[in-house]
């Protein structure tokens, strides 16, 4: 039996679900998927709900510049940082409205001198577990 250690953040969103924020396993650390919710609040960055909750307008780039945040926090908190990401799959519910702008937001976080530069997969979904447009599962190493 491979032996993991749970993690979870007391600064990134509360886990949706019965999963931990990341499981570390070795060296590597594995995220669960992050949305760009805020902690101990309802509140979606760059999400405009209707009187019924539905999504009335969404920001892209807010969420990104979310999940990110929220990402950095979840590795900080597991003993690890952003330099170490070597993996990322992206969940994206309008891949045709959002891919541009979230890959540039992409490229200007992970990729460059000094940045990550992980392997990547992105997928379009029809819907994620809250009202948000965009999630990312992550594979970090441990120093």
Not at 100 to 116: C, D, T, V, W
């Amino acid at each position: 039996m491979v032996e993991s250690e749970r993690v979870e953040s007391h600064r990134a969103p509360e886990p949706v679900g019965a999963y931990p924020h990341a499981k570390r396993v070795g060296d590597l650390l594995f995220l669960s998927g992050l949305g760009p919710r805020k902690r101990g609040s309802r509140e979606i960055p760059g999400v405009t709900l209707d009187a019924a909750g539905n999504v009335s307008s969404y920001d892209i780039e807010a969420q990104c510049r979310s999940v990110f945040e929220n990402v950095r926090m979840v590795l900080e908190d597991a003993g690890t940082s952003w330099d170490r990401i070597v993996d990322v799959t992206v969940f994206l519910t309008n891949m045709k409205a959002d891919f541009a702008a979230f890959n540039r937001l992409y490229a200007e976080h992970f990729a460059g001198p000094g940045k990550p530069y992980p392997t990547r997969t992105t997928v379009e979904v029809t819907a994620l577990p809250t009202p948000i447009a965009i999630e990312l599962k992550v594979i970090a190493t441990m120093p």
